[in-house]
């Protein structure tokens, strides 16, 4: 695609061009990405095409356009050219230290409102392990008022964007960020653990998307051979970190759930009331279980 050499051209006939031009390269989501990029290099949102589609684009944003749509044809996810993502109620900076949040990540805030809300806590103590782009630990700071909230990671890159994304919500109260392996950098006790875990297995890593495998981090994805070995650890480990009644919430993959069932089971001197929440498709998407 040579659209900085042909001239003068519409956001019409630039947003056909750059469709076709992902279209061939096997981007499923070919039409909305070119009108997604186009918008951000533009700084207007896609309902501007649809009012002026006579509009030209200068040479320069034409050349920046290109140079994005041969990345995102190469694979590299929209979030990562743009360097944001929304989720929750507000919009992430991201980038390639950070997975990606997902809309079904949604569902383990949702679960850990539900459970604090019939808990009736007063002024929990939250606790966010791997917290990569801060997503979970940054909406329940927003919807939880009083929460004391902990976040952790391995990653500092992976803190250093999560610190910028509490910074720029301005949280009444703030978050603490602690780098570290799991409970590694933490201490006390905490009512409440969330966590969405790497549950991706060596063969399941195999056959993900160019998209996911090529450019989001290994070590938010990786978990090991089986893709149990992060819940292994986690479920065994938090019971020492819950408080009295405290709940253990966390995102499993969509034919995890029997596997990281029978992990709770193993351990039934310390959990009870285990159960699982489907996502919006209907998957299991996040399991807990209260400490006895």
């Known amino acids: 695609m040579r659209l900085a050499a042909k001239g003068k051209m519409t956001v019409r006939e630039i947003i056909f061009e750059a469709t076709q031009t992902l279209e061939k390269a096997g981007i499923p989501s070919a039409r909305l990405d070119a009108e997604v990029l186009l918008a951000f290099l533009l700084r ?47 919009v992430l900076e991201v980038n390639p230290s950070v997975l990606i949040p997902r809309p079904d990540t949604e569902v383990i805030v949702e679960e850990a409102l539900s459970v604090a809300q019939r808990e009736a806590w007063s002024n929990p103590r939250i606790l966010d392990i791997g917290t990569g782009s801060g997503a979970i630990a940054l909406a329940l700071a927003c919807e939880i008022p009083g929460a004391a909230i902990t976040a952790t990671d391995i990653s500092s890159a992976a803190l250093k964007t999560a610190q ?7 949280l009444d109260q703030p ?69 009295e009644n405290g709940w253990l919430l966390l995102e499993i993959g969509a034919t995890q759930e029997q596997e990281v069932r029978a992990i709770f089971e193993a351990h039934k001197d310390f959990y009870e009331r285990v159960d699982v929440r489907e996502d919006y498709a209907g998957l299991p998407r996040v399991i807990k279980g209260r400490r006895r």
Request: charged content about 30%; hydrophobic content about 40%.
């Open 44 to 90: 207007c949102n896609r309902l501007a095409f649809i009012k002026n589609p006579d509009e030209a684009p200068s040479k320069k944003q034409l050349a920046d356009f290109e140079r994005l749509i041969a990345r995102r044809a190469k694979g590299e996810p929209v979030a990562y050219l743009t360097g944001r993502k929304a989720f929750w109620s507000f």
């Open 164 to 170: 910028k994304n509490a910074a720029a919500l301005k």
């Open 175 to 243: 978050v603490v960020f602690r780098e570290g392996d799991l409970f590694e950098p933490v201490d006390g006790r905490f009512d409440l653990i969330v966590s969405n875990p790497p549950y991706i297995g060596a063969e399941d890593f195999e056959s993900l998307p160019a998209g996911v495998k090529n450019f989001e981090p290994d070590e938010a994805l990786r978990a090991g051979q089986t893709g149990l070995e992060f819940y292994q650890k986690l479920i065994y480990q938090a019971h020492g970190y819950l408080a």
